[in-house]
């Protein structure tokens, strides 16, 4: 496949979805109303309004190598500080996935380069759960890993003050740990939805 194919597959795509709606863009281009925030991978094999069934409009989406939520990355922050502050976002999704590279590289000792100090994170959540990991084989471990991040991540994002300060001035916000299967296309619930402040340890709670 080449570069002029995608253009041509954008083509179609959009007179398609005129043929059906032929305001559908006008009103798109007119505002952004989505009530979702997705944290996902970026890995190719996960795309975000698919899995779930939304059109663009719905879904506001980050994406990066192993769906991280980093206390210093500017570029996640300005994120979620302009869904929850500005779109005002009801739902905060952060979804991994199985099998995932990031993860397995965390798992591996091989030197990859810059991303290397991008997954450090991961490494020390394995050292944590070692425990856990006794006795299962490579992909066992993989994709234990990967929900155990995707827990992490949830609370990472109720760590930060923008989640914080909205849940003080009464804003509904509810943030949910989900995991994608990349062999059957279903999405799991991990059980880790997170909704108030007093969810959270307080040793990562601001005060006024």
Same mark, same amino acid.
């Given at each position: ?44 094999? @996960? ?51 199985? %099998? ?41 471990? @993989? ?10 991540? @949830?609370?990472? @994002? ?22 994608? %299967?990349?062999?059957? %296309? ?23």
């Amino acid at each position: 496949m080449d570069i002029k194919q995608l253009l041509d597959n954008n083509r179609f795509w959009s007179e398609s979805l005129r043929a059906r709606d032929p305001e559908f863009f006008a009103r798109l281009a007119s505002q952004q109303r989505p009530e979702f925030l997705w944290v996902g991978c970026s890995d190719s094999r @996960v795309p975000a309004n698919e899995v779930v069934g939304l059109m663009p409009g719905e879904l506001f989406v980050h994406r990066n190598v192993a769906n991280m939520v980093v206390a210093t990355d500017m570029n996640f922050l300005s994120v979620l500080q302009y869904a929850v502050d500005v779109l005002q976002v009801r739902q905060v999704i952060v979804c991994g996935h199985y %099998g995932c590279g990031g993860v397995r590289a965390a798992l591996g000792h091989a030197e990859l380069g810059l991303i290397d100090n991008w997954l450090r994170a991961l490494k020390g959540l394995y050292h944590q759960h070692l425990d856990r990991f006794a006795g299962l084989d490579e992909e066992a471990q @993989v994709n234990l890993l990967c929900e155990l991040n995707v827990q992490r991540q @949830v609370r990472n @994002v109720c760590h930060t003050t923008i989640v914080q300060n909205a849940w003080k001035r009464a804003q509904p916000l509810t943030v949910h740990g989900w995991i994608y %299967g990349l062999e059957d %296309g279903l999405v799991k619930d991990l059980g880790v939805t997170i909704d108030a402040a007093g969810q959270l340890d307080a040793s990562f709670l601001y005060e006024d």
